[in-house]
């Protein structure tokens, strides 16, 4: 199917969005499809973890970051289905304006918490490899679990401009022609400004904050000639773990986005477009992949959360009496406050 991208406005308020090529859409509904049977039931099964083996409300603030970081991604795995069926039926997205809108609202609050449980627990294991000894407000702020609470309100306000125009048709500072309305144009291009701000803001500050705190963790162990090497071992792979998933997962859709903000302003020929389109729409798909790596990379970096996961949900891989002396060694340890950070 091949189709203009820029069509006209429905009665509903929202613009026709026609996929660019039907088979490369339903080869991303088949990776849409594949993702969420894999990541729904692995997250799903570390949340129950959290919930009823650890207590996570009990227990360090890694475990309630860690919580909350699952949960958005949960949460955002529901936007999947939604999202196959309209590539499936060779629309970018819904062409109902509250179903569009509350699908743009899931993915910007979800991947926002998403990303923002990632880069403040990145911080957290920094400020405690890098400055174990020194004050900081993260470590005063996280002794309380209302910081996570504190942390979803604040993403809240950034959802705002999903709610005044649609996003995914990518129309961003594109003037209709026949537009008069002076006033119009000018709100619109705010609205405009303002999701793409929060766009790329939300990708590319905690990019830069995780490229900091991975190169100060790392010069921290080339430095240190005594101590906990295994302790810092882990820091390090674990911040670079979260910088290679912002690479793979948010980077290269945020760069894809950039290029077609300006293939639309610019007005590059249809088929430029088109291309771009896809790439944009195929990078995106794979964005969503961070839901399946955020529990691999967060969780099963610690020895003692993949030792409680095996028990519990695979003890067939463990042998004879290891299965019990994991399951409470793993629980005990990790909602120790005092072993908080040998969690991650």
């Not at 003890?315 to 950070?341: Q, T, W």
């Amino acid at each position: 199917m091949s189709g203009s991208i820029n069509a006209t406005v429905p009665p509903n308020g929202t613009d026709k969005c026609p996929v660019p090529e039907e088979t490369l859409y339903q080869f991303y509904t088949a990776v849409l499809v594949i993702i969420f049977i894999l990541a729904l039931p692995l997250n799903g099964t570390v949340l129950h973890l959290f919930i009823f083996k650890l207590k996570f409300w009990k227990s360090n603030s890694n475990n309630i970051f860690l919580f909350n970081l699952v949960l958005a991604d949960v949460l955002l795995l529901f936007c999947l289905p939604f999202k196959a069926h309209n590539f499936l039926n060779g629309e970018r997205r819904s062409d109902t304006a509250f179903l569009c809108k509350s699908m743009l609202f899931m993915l910007f609050l979800n991947r926002g918490a998403s990303i923002a449980f990632l880069t403040v627990t990145s911080i957290d294991r920094y400020f405690n490899v890098v400055h174990p000894g020194r004050k900081n407000l993260l470590k005063t702020l996280k002794k309380s679990p209302q910081i996570s609470i504190i942390i979803w309100l604040l993403l809240l306000p950034l959802t705002i401009p999903t709610w005044l125009k649609t996003f995914e048709c990518c129309n961003s500072h594109k003037k209709d022609k026949d537009n008069i309305e002076i006033k119009e144009g000018v709100w619109d291009d705010l609205v405009d400004s303002m999701r793409e701000i929060v766009f790329f803001t939300q990708i590319v500050v905690p990019f830069v904050i995780l490229v900091y705190c991975t190169v100060r963790i790392v010069n921290r162990l080339r430095k240190k000639t005594v101590g906990d090497q295994t302790k810092l071992r882990r820091a390090v792979f674990l911040v670079t773990s979260v910088m290679v998933v912002f690479s793979i997962c948010f980077l290269p859709c945020a760069i894809a986005r950039m290029i077609l903000l300006i293939a639309r302003v610019q007005e590059w020929s249809k088929f430029t477009q088109n291309t771009v389109v896809k790439a944009f729409d195929g990078l995106m798909v794979l964005s969503y992949f961070d839901c399946l790596l955020d529990p691999l990379v967060y969780c099963f970096c610690s020895t003692k959360f993949k030792g409680l996961y095996i028990s519990t949900y695979f003890p067939c891989l463990l042998k004879g009496d290891k299965v019990l002396d994991v399951n409470s060694s793993s629980a005990a340890n990790m909602s120790n406050p005092r072993r908080a950070n040998t969690v991650i």
